[in-house]
Structures are given as structure tokens and as C-alpha cells.
């Protein structure tokens, strides 16, 4: 009797009880990916430098850049070590420049192992990564374009170095990300609990992730019969412009644009969110993750650092304004991209490991 009551509340108030659910998820996913960092930190952070601090040329720059940023997965930290190191001095802003771009086509590796969890329903897979990987063909068209012009002309620099006079003296704030504040307790007890071990640390964290997607689209499915997919498009995801601008105050805010648009992801693989409405709002994700390097050049008044984080903000400016117009394209071969992975489920493993490490360490080690 307590059971059929128990079961007829719940039937009757399914939408909050599967909100609430779906908070508790969304947290649990986000505790998840902000512990893989930690255990990919504690692998790879000083490797990181190292490579960074050893660049010779811009064109190795970029390869670093990506290697770099696909060992301690957070473009937010490459780009913080670069300008670190230039501003003291161990690094020239022409090397650097490139390397921040080589970071920006890294952002989507995160992106592409939350598919992944999707593999098992060929519909929801292909939904999934094609929303995952059109960052990944938006970055690679921008530098295919932007690099040479860059690599012959300065022009970023040059653009940068102007306006980094003009902002060198005018201050900076600091502020925390709510992200890491909600996470970053649970993720330090974790740590001390368990000790430095970032292999133990990796797979519990890729555990919890597989957990919180995995009740996260179902969530999500419910949500979808309720209808709430008529809420997203009338509301959230309305127009072109009001993605890209809720993409970028959320990555501004929250400082991870792996974290933001992640979330996309399953709300693509349960057909929340089509790939035409993702595309902007990544686009935004990349504006917003250029908001704390700047605040935080501002703050230590250095000239050469406020150029850098200038720089990444106008490579991802240039990127959107050249791209924009043909959107058609990289949205076109992420669609066929994730279609031809259906068939063949390994492609997109091959895929992050040879583009995002064997390439660049083989460049790096044949050009160096």
C-alpha cells in the first residue's frame, strides 16, 4: 500500500523529481571532470612546462600547444603557464602566440571521451559526437587560416601589443569559479584520502563520469517526453546569438569551456539540443574562456602577459568572424565525421590519440 503510494507521488510529480535528479547528476559529472584534471595534472603539469618552456619556433609552438594542453587536458592552464613564462621572461610573445592556438584546438578532447559514453545507441552516439567534435573542425579551420597570417605577419601580435598598451595600467579583478568551488572540497578530500596516486584518481574519475552521464540522459529523456525540449528552443536556445551569448557568460563565469560545453553533450545525445544550436554556443565558450587570462594579466600589469591573453582573445575573434559565414562546413564534417564513426565505434579513440598526441609528439620530436 505504502509502495503503490509512494509510486503514484512520484509518477505525479516525475518532471521535479527528475530536475532534481538530473542537479545531483550534473553535479556528479562535474565533480568527475574536475578530478580527471587533478589526475592528469599530477601526470603531466611539469611535462607541460617543460615543452612549453623549450619552444624554438612558432610552428613547433602550435604542435606544443596541443600536445601540452592533451596531457593536462585544461586549455586554461596551458595558457596560464604561457603567460607566466612570458611574463618572466623564458618565453617570447611570437613563440607564444602560437601555442595558445595549438591549445585552442585541444578543447575538444574532453568533449569527444563524454561521447564515447554514447557508443552503445548508435542514434544518441552519432548525436553526441557530432556535437563534441564540430569545436574541434571550427578550432583546426580557424588556425589553418589564422597561423599563416600570424606566422608571416604578426598580425595578432601586433593588434595585441596595441591594445595591451592601452589597458596595461587599468587593473584586473580576481574571482572564483562557483564551479570549482562547489567540486574542488570534495576533489582535495579525494586526494588526501587516497593519496597523490593520479592513476587511481583517473579511473575513479572516469567512473563517476560514466555514472553521471549515464542517469544524466535518462534524466534528460524524461525531460524530453515532458516537453522540455519546446522550453530550450523557445527560451534558451532561441536564436544564434542568445547561444553564443549564454556560451560565453556561462564559460566566463564557470572558466572552463571543457566543463560548459561538455554539458552540451549528452543534452545533443538525448535530443535536446540540435548541432546547428550547439555550434554558436561553443563558439561563445571560446570567447569566455579568454575572460580569465585577461583578468588575470590585468591584475599583474605586465605588459607582455596582457598581450598574450589579448592575443587568444582576438584569434578566437577573427576565427568566429571568418568562419561564421560558412558554418555549413565544419558543422557538414562533424555530421560525417560522427555518421562514419557509427559503423566503425574505435574511430574516435584513434582519433584523439593520433591527432591530439602521436602527431604533435612526432612533429615536436622531427622539428624541435
Request: glycine share 6%; with cysteine; proline share 3%.
Amino acid at each position: 500500500m505504502i509502495n503503490d503510494q509512494i509510486k503514484d507521488f512520484y509518477n505525479r510529480h516525475i518532471t521535479l523529481f527528475n530536475l532534481l535528479f538530473l542537479l545531483v547528476f550534473i553535479y556528479l559529472f562535474l565533480f568527475s571532470l574536475e578530478l580527471m584534471g587533478s589526475s592528469l595534472k599530477l601526470f603531466g603539469k611539469g611535462l607541460a612546462k617543460n615543452l612549453i618552456e623549450t619552444t624554438t619556433n612558432p610552428l613547433v609552438g602550435l604542435f606544443i600547444g596541443i600536445l601540452a594542453t592533451s596531457i593536462i587536458q585544461s586549455s586554461s592552464s596551458t595558457t596560464s603557464i604561457v603567460v607566466g613564462l612570458v611574463a618572466g621572461g623564458a618565453l617570447n610573445i611570437a613563440n607564444a602566440i602560437p601555442i595558445i592556438m595549438g591549445a585552442n584546438i585541444r578543447t575538444s578532447v574532453t568533449n569527444t571521451l563524454v561521447s564515447l559514453t554514447h557508443a552503445r545507441r548508435s542514434i544518441e552516439f552519432e548525436r553526441a559526437l557530432s556535437a563534441a567534435i564540430v569545436h574541434d573542425f571550427f578550432n583546426v579551420l580557424a588556425v589553418a587560416i589564422l597561423f599563416p597570417l600570424q606566422y608571416f605577419t604578426n598580425f595578432l601580435g601586433v593588434t595585441a601589443t596595441f591594445m595591451g598598451e592601452k589597458f596595461q595600467n587599468i587593473g584586473g579583478l580576481k574571482f572564483l569559479s562557483p564551479v570549482k568551488a562547489l567540486t574542488r572540497p570534495l576533489v582535495d578530500v579525494m586526494i588526501n584520502l587516497l593519496g597523490r596516486h593520479p592513476w587511481i584518481l583517473l579511473i575513479m574519475s572516469l567512473g563517476f563520469l560514466l555514472l553521471a552521464l549515464s542517469r544524466m540522459v535518462k534524466c534528460l529523456k524524461v525531460l524530453v517526453v515532458q516537453k522540455a525540449e519546446v522550453w530550450f528552443d523557445r527560451y534558451i536556445f532561441k536564436t544564434a546569438i542568445r547561444a553564443f551569448l549564454l556560451g560565453m557568460v556561462l564559460t566566463s563565469i564557470v572558466q572552463s569551456s571543457s566543463i560548459i560545453t561538455s554539458l552540451a553533450v549528452p543534452m545533443a545525445g538525448a535530443g535536446l539540443l540540435t548541432l546547428a544550436q550547439i555550434f554558436p554556443y561553443t563558439l561563445g565558450s571560446n570567447i569566455g574562456t579568454t575572460v580569465t587570462a585577461i583578468l588575470a594579466a590585468l591584475v599583474t600589469g605586465n605588459l607582455a602577459a596582457i598581450i598574450v591573453a589579448f592575443s587568444h582573445l582576438l584569434f578566437n575573434i577573427m576565427g568566429i568572424a571568418l568562419w561564421w559565414p560558412f558554418r555549413y562546413i565544419p558543422i557538414t564534417m562533424a555530421k560525417k565525421f560522427a555518421h562514419f564513426s557509427i559503423k566503425k565505434k574505435y574511430i574516435p579513440v584513434f582519433y584523439i590519440i593520433i591527432v591530439f598526441f602521436v602527431i604533435p609528439f612526432l612533429f615536436i620530436y622531427l622539428f624541435r
